[in-house]
């Protein structure tokens, strides 16, 4: 059994509920929305984040049809920022095929992920929980936040560990806070546990960005994501940010140098690639990737004991350890 089957087998019904309930709120009436809605419906991802709805969910009471609808207007908006990222990225692939901007183009990206933002919007309304609308209005600002702070940095160079943390924060642990809270609040969790949820979220999210980030300084590019992607719209990462802070004045100087240049050659991605291997910088953020995930487990001490609790350290685990 793969592991992420053993993951979700106590959950299974519900996400069945879930696949059901997201393909039916992607329905369009009009031809040429339903042609992109059915396509981004064919670049089935891992569902990280409605499983972790769910699992929330059960770890502190019982799932239900609001659980259902969480799980879909938080993987809607998530699907909403992929879409534009890839447009402003210029991106090629997403989960083995072609974004929605390769295939079509940017302007089609663009709306399509405007279309699903609102209709995000839309869902979250249905719920009648003010809790659940008040998450997702927060999410939307961060996550763009983050985005932009990202861009920013990537101008000036100026990247600190602090404020890689602070922009991993908004663009992708918010998003897992998001999800384990909203879980916890459509199974009725108490104030100080979804507390704890938050938390849990936010150090799984941290946790999984450096994972990701990782892997764009591994030898071999993986699926949907190239290697050196990141160095290429200069975005700087732990991997690196750890190696400036390492080496001598004139070294950082030399790969600042290289970092600044807009279109930089294979040669220049790889001579980055094992500068940061040359300096510990993928040690390093492996080891604080590790420390995020092991705070996340910690903080299910906090819970009782059932499926749902296995199912979400074993979660940790996969993420720790997946290969793409």
């Known amino acids: 059994m793969k592991i992420i089957d053993s993951i979700t087998a106590p959950i299974q019904q519900e996400l069945n509920d879930f696949d059901q309930f997201?393909?039916?709120?992607?329905?369009?009436?009009?031809?040429?929305?339903k042609r992109i809605n059915q396509y981004?419906?064919?670049?089935k991802g891992k569902k990280v984040r409605p499983i972790l709805v769910i699992l929330?969910?059960?770890?502190?009471?019982?799932?239900?049809?609001?659980?259902?609808?969480?799980?879909?207007?938080?993987?809607?908006?998530?699907?909403?920022?992929?879409?534009?990222?890839?447009?402003?990225?210029?991106?090629?692939?997403?989960?083995?095929?072609?974004?929605?901007?390769?295939?079509?183009?940017?302007?089609t990206a663009v709306l399509i992920g405007d279309y699903m933002l609102s209709n995000s919007l839309?869902?979250?309304?249905?719920?009648?929980?003010?809790?659940?609308?008040?998450?997702?209005?927060?999410?939307?600002?961060?996550?763009?936040?983050?985005?932009i702070l990202q861009m920013d940095k990537s101008k000036t160079l100026d990247i600190t560990e602090e404020s890689y943390y602070t922009i991993i924060d908004k663009k992708t642990a918010v998003l897992f806070s998001s999800c384990a809270r909203a879980g916890g609040i459509t199974a009725g969790a108490s104030p100080e546990q979804l507390k704890q949820l938050d938390e849990l979220g936010?150090?799984?999210?941290?946790?999984?960005?450096?994972?990701?980030?990782?892997?764009?300084f591994q030898p071999q590019g993986i699926l949907g994501k190239p290697t050196g992607n990141d160095l290429r719209e200069n975005k700087i990462t732990l991997?690196?940010?750890?190696?400036?802070?390492?080496?001598?004045e004139a070294k950082q100087k030399e790969m600042k140098k290289l970092l600044k240049i807009k279109r930089k050659r294979k040669s220049q991605i790889n001579k980055l690639i094992d500068f940061a291997i040359e300096y510990d910088g993928l040690e390093y953020a492996t080891q604080r990737m590790q420390e995020f995930s092991m705070k996340a487990k910690a903080l299910l001490d906090n819970f009782p004991d059932n499926d749902a609790k296995t199912s979400i350290l074993t979660l940790i685990d996969y993420i720790m350890d997946r290969k793409n």
Not at 40 to 43: A, E
Request: aromatic share 8%; proline share 1%.
């Open 202 to 216: 936010t150090n799984l999210g941290l946790a999984f960005q450096i994972r990701d980030d990782i892997f764009d």
């Open 56 to 107: 929330a969910a059960n770890l502190v009471g019982k799932s239900n049809q609001q659980t259902i609808q969480a799980a879909g207007f938080l993987e809607m908006l998530h699907n909403a920022t992929l879409i534009h990222d890839d447009a402003i990225d210029d991106t090629s692939e997403r989960r083995g095929l072609l974004s929605v901007n390769a295939f079509w183009n940017n302007k």
């Open 239 to 248: 991997p690196l940010i750890h190696a400036l802070t390492q080496c001598g």
């Open 122 to 147: 839309q869902l979250a309304i249905q719920t009648q929980n003010f809790e659940l609308l008040n998450i997702i209005s927060i999410l939307g600002k961060e996550l763009s936040a983050g985005e």
């Open 22 to 33: 997201f393909k039916d709120s992607l329905y369009d009436q009009y031809k040429s929305i």
């Open 40 to 43: 981004i419906l064919k670049q």
